[in-house]
């Protein structure tokens, strides 16, 4: 998508910065290759996390020396999306972008073949996940969440109706975006630049998960080619949907633990917060994408009555089987106050 944009910017001049893990950067190469000048290269670390001082130091220079109309940011491809934008907007410690850029979009390229087998429980997983302590799956889930356009490449290497399916399950994830299906990622330029759609809280607000938790099920801003009737009924047809499970009391942790690892392929998205009697005083986060689960403690219940609250986006979900599995793994009245040396949390595992 660079490299096209580089070769038809329309009639911007555009700079790059490019981000990989390793010590050599092939793609900054690859871009280089595209472009006269303007493309600096960020090796042998991520930008969300140990190369956010250098992102926003970059950035900075290159605005007080270099004259250009938009910047393009190419994260590695194992990069968490909310870091990034918290660095350049200044709600991180790294002070944010100079007062004449602005963030104006974030936009994920998805891998449509990759995503329809990441999920699927009978193939094995293609090639696409560089480094094995972040899974494939919460890679893809994590970028589709998080971001103003989303480009769902690589569509002529999957079947037309596992596509549509594809795309009910990332409107499940991502009401929000803008959504477009490319093939080697061909979309007119004004889809991706200078769109004006980036808004932090509208980012941070508006995840499948969250607006699930909340109920909110008002029409989604988003521009592309079906209308929110569409979306839902493409959804519906490809039996893609969503429910919340609640309780006031806490699970038995080894049993919550233990139905936590049997993943049966339908899930393609489980989050929200667990009270575990292990943890009676502890919020527990849990957060699932595909195969690849976390849970473990992320704060305290403090004035907040101990709930469970936990949203199942999927294929095909059977709630009601669902639920009275959960219930099986809450803990009886005599439980509820038993000692657990051996608390299973936190756990991750893929």
């Known amino acids: ?21 390793g010590e050599l950067n092939v793609d900054a190469e690859l871009v280089a290759s595209e472009a006269d000048d303007g493309v600096v290269d960020l090796s042998n670390g991520c930008i969300c996390c140990r190369l956010q001082d250098d992102l926003v130091t970059e950035v900075t220079r290159l605005a007080e020396t270099r004259s250009f109309d938009y910047l393009l940011i190419e994260a590695s491809g194992i990069s968490e999306p909310l870091p990034i934008a918290r660095a350049l907007t200044g709600e991180s410690n790294e002070g944010g972008l100079p007062e004449r850029l602005r963030l104006d979009t974030t936009v994920s390229v998805i891998d449509a073949y990759g995503f329809w087998k990441a999920f699927d429980p009978e193939e094995s997983l293609p090639d696409a996940a560089p480094d094995p302590e972040r899974p494939l799956t919460e890679v893809l889930v994590e970028q589709v969440e998080f971001c ?64 699930a938790l909340t109920g909110d099920g008002a029409e989604a801003d988003h521009d592309h080619e079906h209308t929110h009737d569409d979306a839902a009924s493409a959804a519906t047809a490809h039996g893609v949907e969503s429910f919340v499970y609640r309780r006031d009391r806490p699970f038995h942790p080894h049993r919550l633990d233990a139905w936590l690892g049997d993943w049966r392929g339908n899930v393609v998205r489980a989050k929200g917060f667990a009270w575990v009697a292990s943890r009676p005083e502890t919020v527990l986060g849990v957060s699932q994408a595909g195969p690849s689960v976390q849970a473990g403690p992320i704060g305290r219940w403090e004035d907040d ?36 040396p051996d608390d299973p949390f936190p756990r991750e595992s893929a």
């Open 305 to 340: 009555d101990p709930e469970t609250r936990l949203v199942f986006i999927g294929r095909g979900l059977d709630e009601g089987t669902v639920t009275r599995e959960l219930d099986e793994c809450l803990a009886t009245t005599d439980e509820r106050g038993a000692a657990y």
């Open 148 to 211: 103003d356009v989303l480009l769902l490449n690589k569509c002529d290497m999957v079947p037309d109706d596992a596509l549509d399916a594809v795309e009910a399950e990332i409107r499940e994830l991502q009401p929000r975006a803008s959504l477009h299906r490319t093939t080697y990622s061909e979309v007119d330029p004004t889809r991706v630049l200078d769109t004006g759609r980036f808004d932090f809280e509208a980012a941070k607000r508006h995840q499948g998960w969250k607006r």
């Open 1 to 21: 998508m660079v490299n096209r944009l580089l070769n038809d910017p329309g009639d911007r001049d555009i700079a790059v910065v490019v981000n990989d893990m």
